[in-house]
Structures are given as C-alpha cells and as structure tokens.
C-alpha cells in the first residue's frame, strides 16, 4: 500500500488506523512499522503515530549511488554460489518479469522484480549484503511506482531486469555485473530525468 501510494507520502497514521485500514490485529502492524522505519518508508513520531515518508528526489539519487555498488557487488557473487534451486526460481521470475514489462502491467512488474532482487540477494550468499540493499529497493520501488507514467519505460526496465537474472543463472560473473551495472545505468538516467524536471518547476 505504500509502495502504490493507496497510504500517500506525507500521510499520517496510528497503529490502530493502519491496522484498521488493513483488517488485521495490531502486533502484527506494530512488527510491520518497524521494518518499514528501517526500509525508510515510515517515520516514527514520538506521540503522534507515524508518518509515511515523503518522496525525495535527491535522496533517491544518494540510493542509486549506493545502491550501485551494492547490486555490482551482489550479482557477481550470487553467479558464483547460485544454487539449483534457486536457478529455477530465479528463471521463473526473468520470465514474469518480461511478461509484465511487455504488458504494462505494474504492480505485477514489481512483485516479480521484487521476488528477483530478493532471490539474487539471497543467492549471493552474504546476508549482510543483502539487508543492506532491502531498503534501497523498497525507496526504488515507490519511487518507480510514483513516475512511471511519466517515464513510460516499463517493457525497457523490464528487459533490463530479466537480463540480469538470466546472467546470474548462467554463473557468469562479468556478464552479471555488466548487466547490473547496465540496470543501474538506466535507473540513474531516469531519476535525474525527474530530477531535472523537478528543479525546473521550482
């Protein structure tokens, strides 16, 4: 509901309002919030409930350069320690993720990118690693969901993220980080796309 904007940037909320909203009991929103204040989604205020976290633009941009080294990082070790198993799972995703870039279907693009970046992060073998670039793609997501009208370049993305994976499959290091690296290319180009846009309406 966040990452679709259904609980708008800026808004605020109490537990019981969120739990309210969503059907279900209070604990297991309070375990929900925490997570969400460590992906950067909630803002905790003392007294006051929570608030949802504005979109920043120029913080968005501090994500991708971290976030950078993080998949470079990450998709050459998950090439070289992939499990079986998760070859076939991650196959699977390459798939789901082209179909729905090819279809324009958004909210399906990004549970399948999700469940790719989540595979990857795991296959890579480093947990370390891999809850650090959590919150990168949780503020990627929402990001992407806000512009993605504007950008019109979900079936490009799309390919780009099916790419990596099918790399990573393949056990080939270099070709997985230059498709990571090629992933995170366009990802820098069309947020400062947006930043620029967004300077220029100041």
Excluded: C
Excluded at 11 to 29: M, Y
Excluded at 34 to 58: C, F
Excluded at 127 to 139: D, E, G, R, V, Y
Aim: proline share 3%.
């Amino acid at each position: 509901m966040i990452v679709t904007l259904q609980l708008p940037p800026g808004s605020h909320w109490s537990e019981e309002g969120l739990a309210d909203q969503i059907g279900i009991g209070r604990t297991p929103v309070r375990e929900a919030v925490k997570r969400l204040q460590a992906d950067y989604l909630v803002s905790i205020l003392p007294r006051h409930g929570l608030m949802i976290t504005e979109i920043n633009v120029h913080e968005q941009l501090l994500v991708i350069e971290f976030r950078r080294e993080l998949e470079a990082f990450i998709s050459r070790r998950a090439a070289l320690r992939i499990a079986a198993s998760e070859k076939e799972l991650l196959t699977v995703a390459a798939r789901e993720i082209d179909s729905a870039g090819a279809k324009g279907n958004l909210q399906k693009y990004l549970r399948e990118v999700f469940n790719a970046n989540r595979l990857i992060a795991t296959a890579s073998g480093n947990p370390f690693a891999a809850k650090s670039i959590s919150p990168l793609h949780a503020m990627s997501r929402r990001f992407y969901y806000r512009y993605e009208r504007d950008l019109q370049n979900l079936g490009a993305m799309g390919k780009l993220h099916a790419e990596r994976a099918r790399a990573v499959v393949q056990q080939d290091e270099k070709l997985a980080v230059e498709k990571a690296n090629g992933l995170m290319d366009q990802i820098e180009n069309y947020t400062r796309r947006i930043f620029n846009l967004s300077v220029g309406a100041l």
